[in-house]
């Protein structure tokens, strides 16, 4: 028994099946499928945090219906073949300690017609909030159709073994559509009265307890959307949750955030607060008898579970992007080694992100989730041939190829030019907000330190220093530098920025890194649409400057789009007083000002400003490697000093090239 976090590891009984402890890995599309089935990829992703200590995993959403159908690698829908490849994963998941269960889910309007290639079902024909197309008010025939495709999914999932399911009631899907108002518009007995909006959820409900037997674990899973009036409230939502809950129809509720009318929650970055669903737990935790709760979104660490439990707002929590970055996250908490837990850092990056452009998900800080079945998940063989290797370079991509590499076995001393570890990774780091990236590189730091690695700070390494017949293998990770000719991409002919020589042109990391102070007026160019623009814009805001973006994207914050984060971005820079100009770039720089030109007339125009802070794409920082190919010994180059590009990528070729020594 955990010491630390006596709640969270304390067993729970739900139906026959009893919980080793109070953490859940939620429902969410992995986006895994090949040809509607269950992968290797599966597998392995699914077991490994089973194996990491969840106590109950819900594994991602099955369609029920082609309407249903939402990414190009959703499972197949309405097809038993489904059932064999599901008992492997299963397996899989029950043979490493933990109750498996599926979520079971359909969109309603919010369909994608390019994956579906079928019309969207509504209850009273609204528009889609997913893609730019409308939907069709389903017709009696077809409302049964759909409680027919919930049943005989449930029905595949306990013949593949699974121990129960969760029916999809969030984020404004169909099922939550027939409860609420403003989308049930219905004047027959599916709407008006809460009776006739509960109707289906009820027949869905009642029909799977019918079909798969007393033991078999039903639940549901609900969202809240507090700032969106014609969203349920939590004083509707609990009225409808009681009403199931005193029918014996749900074993658990799950509560998440946000939804399709207020999308940005429902995936929350570091931008919102920590333990969003804790509300809405707390709000249904007061009205049911029988059904377990559970506290979803935004619960990143053991510390966050351990408080909501302990407040009384759930029975469980579940911890889903956490148990992506970290998945021994349960089992190290339980140990009482919440410091050796690899923080999720709330950027979306790589779980949405990858996710969103219909990609399997990963994971920006943890590069094997995915990929499990190809690196043996999270855990490290040791090498029977210890090799002596150089690290040079303590970025991303230098300190986990270090710390891979200690994992193994192998003698690794880590250079770093500066005197401190992360790189610029350290001063995205320093950007409002983003002190989880610090306290990442503060987990390496510890890492390193219990695996013996020798780091040696304030030490530029020189080709012609190195002792090669000391050495093994040198690892390059030198990461990337700004160009000083203020060259733009969107303005290839132009290899200088005139008026550069005039001063008062500086790079983002010199102003993150406090190298130079910038005048009160700024004028930000960015050509990257990502947080290291926009958050330095966020930070000379917060500090006083009136800063103006630039660039020659249609909007700033292209690159955060996908992780759900550029709206309430730019909703932050508003109120910070930031202001921005898209679709132009920066044709010369004055001294006191710079002449912008727009892309879509060519018109110029003259900006006053007394500082111009690029954000453009970095070069490699690779004058090593020439003298170090010389020297004879094996011989890596990876992260931005290879080719810059963002954090992942460093990341992940750290953690291949420690693997692969």
Sequence with gaps: MSKKFSRLFTPLKIRSQTLRNRIVFGAHTANMAVEGLPTDRHVAYYAERAIGGAAMIVVEPMPVHASAVLTQRNFRHSDDSVVPHFRKLVRAIKDNGAVAIQQLYHVGAHGDSDNSFHPHWSPSGLPSYHDSDGSHPMTEEEIWETIDGFVQAARR????????????????????????????????????????RTRMSREILSRIRQVCGPDFIVGIAVSDEPDVKVALQREELAEIIQLHDELGLIDYVTCGSG????????????????????????????????????????????????????????????????????????????????????????CNQMCWGRRSRDYWISCLINPSAGREFEWNGDRFTRTSDPKRVLVIGGGPAGLEAARVAAERGHRVVLSEASNRLGGNFLLAGLQPRRAQILDLLAWYERQLEKLGVEVRLNTYVEAEEIDASQLDVVIVATGSYSSETGFQKALPTVETMPGIEKGGV?????????????????????????WRGCGTAWKLAEDGHLVTIVTPDPFIGKELQRTAADVPMRQTLSRLGVQWIPETSVAEWHGNGATLVDHNTGERRFLEADTLVMAT????????????SALGVALRQIGDCAAPRQAPYAFYEGRKAGLEI
């Design 259 to 346: 939804g399709y009318l207020d999308f940005y929650k429902l995936m929350p970055t570091f931008i919102y607060p920590e333990k969003l669903g804790a509300d809405l737990a707390s709000t249904l935790k007061k009205v049911v008898k029988n059904a377990l709760v559970i506290a979803e979104s935004h619960i990143r660490t053991p510390e966050n579970a351990e408080t909501v439990l302990g407040e009384g707002a759930s029975d469980l929590v579940s911890i889903v992007r956490g148990q992506i970055a970290d998945p021994h996250l349960a089992r190290k908490a339980g140990e009482d080694r919440p410091e050796d837990i690899r923080g999720c850092i709330s």
């Design 157 to 196: 999932c306990r013949e593949a073994g699974f121990d129960g399911v969760e029916v999809w009631a969030a984020y404004l899907g169909m099922v939550d559509q027939f409860w609420t108002p403003w989308s049930n518009r219905r004047e027959d007995q599916w709407g008006g009265s809460l009776e006739n």
């Design 506 to 530: 500086f790079t983002v990391e010199a102003v993150m890194a406090k190298q130079v102070r910038p005048g009160r007026r700024v004028i930000l160019l960015d050509e990257g649409g990502g």
């Design 617 to 628: 794409t970095n070069l490699p920082a690779d004058w090593l490697m020439p003298g170090l």
